[in-house]
Protein backbone atom coordinates (compact mmCIF):
# COMPACT_ATOMS: atom_id res chain seq x y z
CA UNK A 1 0.00 0.00 0.00
CA UNK A 2 1.03 3.16 -0.85
CA UNK A 3 2.12 6.19 2.28
CA UNK A 4 -0.14 9.21 2.55
CA UNK A 5 1.40 11.56 0.63
CA UNK A 6 -0.19 15.02 -0.49
CA UNK A 7 -1.25 15.11 -4.04
CA UNK A 8 -0.89 18.65 -5.79
CA UNK A 9 -4.24 19.92 -7.42
CA UNK A 10 -2.88 21.49 -10.52
CA UNK A 11 0.29 21.45 -12.47
CA UNK A 12 1.41 25.31 -10.78
CA UNK A 13 0.99 23.69 -7.73
CA UNK A 14 2.93 20.70 -8.66
CA UNK A 15 6.39 23.10 -10.04
CA UNK A 16 5.98 25.30 -7.52
CA UNK A 17 6.72 22.21 -4.64
CA UNK A 18 10.24 22.24 -3.44
CA UNK A 19 13.02 19.63 -3.98
CA UNK A 20 11.90 17.78 -0.61
CA UNK A 21 8.45 17.77 -0.77
CA UNK A 22 8.76 16.82 -4.96
CA UNK A 23 11.35 13.78 -3.63
CA UNK A 24 8.40 11.70 -1.87
CA UNK A 25 6.42 12.07 -5.00
CA UNK A 26 9.14 10.66 -7.23
CA UNK A 27 10.11 7.83 -5.53
CA UNK A 28 6.00 6.81 -5.07
CA UNK A 29 5.24 6.61 -8.64
CA UNK A 30 8.96 5.74 -10.18
CA UNK A 31 10.48 4.05 -7.15
CA UNK A 32 13.92 6.35 -8.27
CA UNK A 33 15.28 8.75 -5.53
CA UNK A 34 15.83 11.84 -7.45
CA UNK A 35 19.15 14.51 -6.44
CA UNK A 36 18.66 16.99 -8.81
CA UNK A 37 15.18 17.63 -10.30
CA UNK A 38 15.29 19.02 -13.67
CA UNK A 39 12.34 20.79 -15.80
CA UNK A 40 11.69 17.73 -17.52
CA UNK A 41 10.87 15.36 -14.78
CA UNK A 42 7.21 17.11 -13.97
CA UNK A 43 5.02 16.01 -17.23
CA UNK A 44 5.54 12.42 -16.17
CA UNK A 45 5.13 13.00 -12.54
CA UNK A 46 1.86 15.41 -13.33
CA UNK A 47 0.55 12.79 -15.74
CA UNK A 48 0.87 10.28 -12.64
CA UNK A 49 -0.88 12.28 -10.06
CA UNK A 50 -3.54 13.00 -12.49
CA UNK A 51 -4.23 9.72 -12.80
CA UNK A 52 -3.90 8.87 -9.03
CA UNK A 53 -6.65 11.99 -8.79
CA UNK A 54 -9.22 10.44 -11.11
CA UNK A 55 -8.66 6.72 -10.04
CA UNK A 56 -7.41 5.56 -13.23
CA UNK A 57 -5.03 2.65 -13.80
CA UNK A 58 -2.24 3.01 -15.84
CA UNK A 59 -1.65 0.48 -18.95
CA UNK A 60 1.36 -1.48 -18.39
CA UNK A 61 2.97 -0.40 -21.71
CA UNK A 62 2.46 2.94 -20.34
CA UNK A 63 4.20 2.45 -17.30
CA UNK A 64 7.07 1.10 -19.00
CA UNK A 65 7.54 3.95 -21.13
CA UNK A 66 7.14 6.34 -18.31
CA UNK A 67 9.40 4.31 -15.79
CA UNK A 68 12.11 4.28 -18.76
CA UNK A 69 11.62 8.41 -19.40
CA UNK A 70 12.32 8.77 -15.70
CA UNK A 71 15.06 7.06 -15.55
CA UNK A 72 16.87 9.60 -17.87
CA UNK A 73 14.31 12.66 -18.78
CA UNK A 74 17.24 14.06 -20.92
CA UNK A 75 18.04 11.44 -22.91
CA UNK A 76 14.34 11.18 -24.78
CA UNK A 77 13.93 15.21 -24.52
CA UNK A 78 17.18 15.24 -26.74
CA UNK A 79 16.10 11.95 -29.07
CA UNK A 80 12.08 13.58 -29.85
CA UNK A 81 13.86 16.60 -31.20
CA UNK A 82 16.12 14.83 -33.37
CA UNK A 83 15.92 15.32 -37.37
CA UNK A 84 15.09 11.50 -38.18
CA UNK A 85 16.62 11.65 -42.14
CA UNK A 86 19.58 13.49 -43.07
CA UNK A 87 19.66 14.81 -46.42
CA UNK A 88 22.81 16.26 -47.81
CA UNK A 89 22.19 20.03 -49.00
CA UNK A 90 21.81 21.26 -51.71
CA UNK A 91 20.40 17.63 -52.84
CA UNK A 92 17.63 17.04 -55.55
CA UNK A 93 14.56 15.01 -54.32
CA UNK A 94 12.23 14.53 -57.50
CA UNK A 95 8.78 12.62 -57.14
CA UNK A 96 6.47 11.96 -60.04
CA UNK A 97 3.11 12.13 -59.33
CA UNK A 98 0.20 11.51 -60.98
CA UNK A 99 2.46 12.00 -64.46
CA UNK A 100 4.21 15.21 -63.63
CA UNK A 101 7.49 15.43 -62.20
CA UNK A 102 8.04 17.78 -59.18
CA UNK A 103 11.74 18.89 -58.07
CA UNK A 104 12.57 20.17 -54.69
CA UNK A 105 16.25 21.27 -53.20
CA UNK A 106 17.30 20.65 -49.93
CA UNK A 107 18.64 24.33 -48.93
CA UNK A 108 19.03 23.46 -45.35
CA UNK A 109 18.61 21.68 -42.36
CA UNK A 110 14.94 22.20 -42.35
CA UNK A 111 14.42 24.18 -45.32
CA UNK A 112 12.89 22.87 -48.95
CA UNK A 113 12.58 25.02 -52.18
CA UNK A 114 9.99 24.10 -54.42
CA UNK A 115 8.82 25.97 -57.41
CA UNK A 116 10.90 29.07 -56.04
CA UNK A 117 9.01 29.09 -52.35
CA UNK A 118 10.12 28.22 -49.46
CA UNK A 119 8.83 25.85 -47.02
CA UNK A 120 10.62 24.24 -43.48
CA UNK A 121 9.08 20.58 -43.83
CA UNK A 122 8.73 18.03 -46.84
CA UNK A 123 5.21 17.24 -45.66
CA UNK A 124 4.38 21.22 -46.74
CA UNK A 125 5.48 20.80 -50.41
CA UNK A 126 4.20 17.54 -50.48
CA UNK A 127 0.32 19.08 -49.11
CA UNK A 128 0.92 22.18 -51.86
CA UNK A 129 1.56 19.07 -54.14
CA UNK A 130 -1.26 16.44 -53.79
CA UNK A 131 -3.59 19.17 -52.09
CA UNK A 132 -4.18 16.43 -48.98
CA UNK A 133 -1.92 16.62 -45.77
CA UNK A 134 0.47 13.62 -45.96
CA UNK A 135 4.27 12.51 -45.01
CA UNK A 136 6.30 14.41 -46.53
CA UNK A 137 9.14 11.51 -46.35
CA UNK A 138 6.54 8.69 -47.31
CA UNK A 139 4.99 11.12 -50.34
CA UNK A 140 8.90 11.58 -51.73
CA UNK A 141 9.61 8.14 -50.56
CA UNK A 142 12.34 8.58 -48.50
CA UNK A 143 10.99 6.15 -45.56
CA UNK A 144 12.09 3.23 -48.06
CA UNK A 145 15.30 1.14 -46.14
CA UNK A 146 16.66 0.97 -49.77
CA UNK A 147 18.83 3.43 -51.37
CA UNK A 148 15.76 5.73 -52.92
CA UNK A 149 16.85 6.86 -56.50
CA UNK A 150 14.60 9.58 -56.71
CA UNK A 151 17.16 11.83 -54.37
CA UNK A 152 19.95 13.20 -56.27
CA UNK A 153 23.14 15.20 -55.50
Not at 5 to 34: D, G, H, Q
Not at 85 to 102: A, F, V
Request: charged share 30%.
Amino acid sequence: MKDKIYLPKSYEELIALSIEELTPLWKRYFNISVKKLKSAMYRPLWYKIQCDNMNLKLDSKHITKLNRYSSDPNKYVENSYKIKYHIKLGSHIIKTYKGKTYNVIVKDKNIFEYNGEIYKTLSAVAKVICHKKVSGYDFFGLNNKGVNKDVQN
